[in-house]
């Protein structure tokens, strides 16, 4: 994938600056900051510990740039957002992409996760990605809502497929859309915030 572009900045609803940039080792202390400074019901369905150090050390140390792209949003040197795109380069799955969309919960209703999202779809089109999908548990109420929104649709329900901090049982729902379909959502979606001179 083509990196050159980074780093990006853009803009939120509320005229916040962010910049966009992949992860990178560096980076590793301020990510530990961030997923420590999240609430833990924001926490409670991640796929690792992201409070252990060795954990967020070894997921940067482990990125393969043609399986994954994750990104970072900063404001003033402070990560605000994590996103990451996900791609099968063999066998029948490698048409579709996985994104996983983790904001601070002070940046969830400005716009910060369909920015990101639509960050990753942009990549997930150069890749050659013809469908999206997503993985939220049940009771994720807010993603649900946000990805419908997007034009994600449910694909399956899958029961207690999935395992809380806490030990709790809880059913996985898979969500997906074609590429184009959701491209062209998550332009109309900017649209109506973005300021005029960058329409």
């Keep these: 994938m083509d990196l050159s572009g980074y780093p990006k900045t853009k803009r939120l609803k509320d005229k916040t600056i962010i910049i966009l940039r992949p992860l990178v080792m560096e980076d590793k202390d301020e990510l530990l900051r961030f997923y420590k400074n999240l609430p833990e019901q924001d926490r409670m369905f991640l796929k690792y510990d992201v409070l252990k150090e060795e954990n967020i050390q070894k997921r940067i140390a482990h990125i393969n740039c043609s399986e994954e792209l994750p990104i970072i949003t900063l404001i003033k040197n402070s990560i605000v957002g994590d996103a990451t795109l996900y791609k099968a380069t063999y066998g029948w799955s490698r048409h579709i992409g996985e994104i996983r969309v ?49 034009g994600f649709v449910q694909e399956a329900i899958l029961k207690d497929f999935v395992m809380d901090l806490k030990g709790a ?30 329409h």
């Design 169 to 198: 049982k809880h059913n996985l729902i898979i969500m997906s859309n074609d590429i184009g379909q959701l491209w062209k959502k998550m332009e109309d979606l900017l649209m109506d915030w973005l300021p005029s001179h960058e």
């Design 102 to 150: 983790v904001v601070a919960r002070e940046y969830q209703k400005k716009g910060l996760g369909t920015l990101l999202a639509k960050e990753l779809v942009d990549q997930a089109v150069n890749m050659g990605i013809d469908k999206i999908t997503a993985e939220i548990a049940e009771e994720q109420f807010s993603a649900i809502k946000a990805f419908s929104k997007l």
